[in-house]
């Protein structure tokens, strides 16, 4: 999965806690402190009214595992900090059976995390749950943009 490409915007992820296609750091791990690291991002297109988030796990045993998915980002915010979220933005839940961020726990090997963020052309998402929260992102993204860190557990 690329970035989305609308009227020349190329929205980019990054975090000051790890690079791209590097390795994340224990503290935002199940072995560390288990907290978000920081998020910003920049680019988003003409339009955006919101944005939302995803962390997954690709390479869980039994398909993707969902670590944290945020929707009702506002336009306005543009990087999420070690720990925060912005106040009105809402949760759903994870595999992990919890609302909030849960880091890499792989119970094997390697494990790819992608990060990602979605610039979405609504203020607020309706009715969003674990099941259709990817389907009813899709319908409203104007433009997306993965960060992807490694994880492997001592």
């Known amino acids: 999965m690329g970035s989305n490409k609308i009227e020349g915007a190329d929205m980019k992820l990054r975090s000051m806690d790890f690079e791209h296609g590097n390795n994340i750091p224990p503290e935002f791990t199940c072995d560390g402190k288990n907290v978000s690291p920081h998020l910003s991002w920049e680019d988003a297109p003409t339009g955006t009214e919101s944005f939302a ?26 990087s999420i900090d070690r720990t925060s ?40 998402l309706k009715d969003v749950k674990k099941y259709n929260f990817f389907e009813k992102v899709k319908e409203h993204t104007l433009s997306k943009s993965e960060l992807m860190g490694l994880y492997k557990r001592e």
């Not at 106040?87 to 094997?108: H, I, L, M, T, W």
């Open 53 to 78: 988030l995803s962390v997954t796990d690709p390479d869980a045993p039994g398909g993707e595992f969902i670590h944290w998915l945020v929707y009702d980002i506002p336009k306005g915010v543009k």
């Open 85 to 124: 979220l912005p106040g009105v933005a809402k949760q759903v839940e994870n595999d992990f059976g919890r609302k909030e961020y849960g880091g890499p726990c792989p119970p094997s090997g390697t494990h790819r995390y992608i990060f990602t963020i979605f610039a979405l052309d609504t203020k607020n």
